[in-house]
């Protein structure tokens, strides 16, 4: 359902907002598409390049199983075949799990990234066909009491993304809150509204610590180490996963009772992506430091920013920003080389220089598939305008 008449309420407007001409998009083939799913499951291994990976595979495959596509909680039992990847990934997970260790996988000292993996975990675990099979449930419920009772946070609640300093990452926002709302969606009733609430707060306060008057967000604050820079894949992530608790909240059946909360993600969302665009550069791409004109191209921030765009149009009915969303779409097709590899990435590890040369990013490969089903979904929506 488009809610275009609510959000523009939010934005204190009276219409929907229609599209500027927007330049022609020809959509990527099921062939490259299939060949950067390939590359993706080659080369993902840290626990955020996992969880991204999970989702990514689940909205462009399964659609009505995302939280972009389907009703919360989602069928009980599934089609024979249906989400086989992701759940087999999701149980080789759990199977795998240190049993003296709350966390789903090993986060390499972060806090918020073992959670990406949690949406797909639960999933696996509502849809069991062995009901007296309780390890997935167990495994997502320790992941939960570890980020709400055991992880560091600041004096007024914010969960830190590490855990041997209070630090926060705008990268949280896309790995966490969306694992808990959807932990309480599936739970329901007053435990899960306090969990959808839980998520919301971790939002607000995220935003109240990293947003400038830019409208856009620094990296990190807090902790021995800053990054003040607006990095372009931070501001992603955080508008990706602010749109992921949106529409968890929407799509449960407690959404009645958090309008308000609705609307505060959906306008924050709006916020990242207004400010994105006003940076964008001729080719369509966004600088991995966006408003840095010393910085350089990045496609992977270009990618997840343009899937939040044309998620964003089709949940709201406002349009005002397809035109730099197709700008960008056909930047990355034509940044995807024959083999299926999405070049001219920022290197994920360092945040701050271009991947080496043969090196590839596994999160940039998930971007390119979100991007698509965002894409996928917007045409669908519109009547393939």
Not at 18 to 45: G, M, R, W, Y
Not at 118 to 136: K, Q
Not at 327 to 339: E, G, P, Q, R
Request: aromatic share 10%; proline share 4%; net charge neutral.
């Amino acid at each position: 359902m488009v809610r275009g008449a609510v959000f523009t309420s939010f934005l204190g407007c009276t219409a929907v907002l229609a599209a500027p001409a927007a330049e022609s998009v020809t959509s990527f083939s099921d062939a490259v598409v299939s060949k950067v799913k390939s590359n993706l499951l080659q080369i993902a291994t840290h626990s955020w390049e996992i969880g991204t990976a999970l989702e990514a595979l689940t909205e462009l495959e399964w659609p009505s199983l995302s939280v972009f596509g389907g009703s919360l909680p989602p069928p009980v039992k599934l089609s024979a075949g249906t989400a086989s990847d992701v759940i087999s990934w999701a149980t080789k997970i759990v199977r795998a799990k240190n049993p003296d260790a709350l966390p789903l996988i090993d986060g390499d000292g972060a806090v918020g990234d073992p959670a990406s993996i949690g949406v797909a975990v639960s999933l696996t675990n509502w849809t069991r066909t062995d009901r007296a099979d309780h390890e997935f449930s167990t495994a997502a419920g320790h992941q939960l009491k570890y980020l709400l009772e055991v992880a560091p946070r600041t004096s007024d609640g914010a969960i830190s993304h590490r855990s041997e300093q209070v630090q926060l990452w705008a990268d949280f926002v896309y790995m966490a809150p969306p694992f808990i709302a959807y932990f309480g969606a599936l739970e329901g009733g007053n435990g899960g509204l306090s969990l959808l609430r839980i998520a919301y707060n971790q939002c607000k306060l995220y935003r109240k610590y990293l947003r400038d008057s830019s409208g856009l967000w620094k990296h990190i604050v807090l902790g021995n180490w800053q990054d003040n820079h607006h990095w372009g894949t931070g501001n992603a992530w955080a508008a990706a996963g602010m749109l992921r608790v949106a529409e968890t909240i929407h799509h449960s059946k407690l959404a009645s009772k958090l309008k308000n909360e609705q609307a505060d993600l959906t306008s924050w969302v709006n916020e990242i992506v207004t400010a994105s665009w006003k940076h964008q550069h001729s080719n369509g791409t966004l600088f991995n430091y966006i408003d840095e004109n010393n910085s350089f191209g990045d496609t992977s921030s270009t990618a997840l920013l343009a899937a939040v765009t044309y998620r964003l149009a089709t949940l709201t009915g406002d349009h005002s920003h397809i035109s730099a969303a197709n700008k960008a779409y056909n930047l990355i097709k034509s940044s995807v080389d024959s083999k299926g590899w999405l070049r001219n990435t920022v290197d994920p590890l360092t945040f701050s220089t271009p991947s080496k040369p043969g090196g590839h990013s596994p999160e940039g490969q998930a971007f390119v598939l979100l991007l698509q089903a965002a894409y996928r979904d917007y045409k669908s929506a519109s009547g393939g305008k």
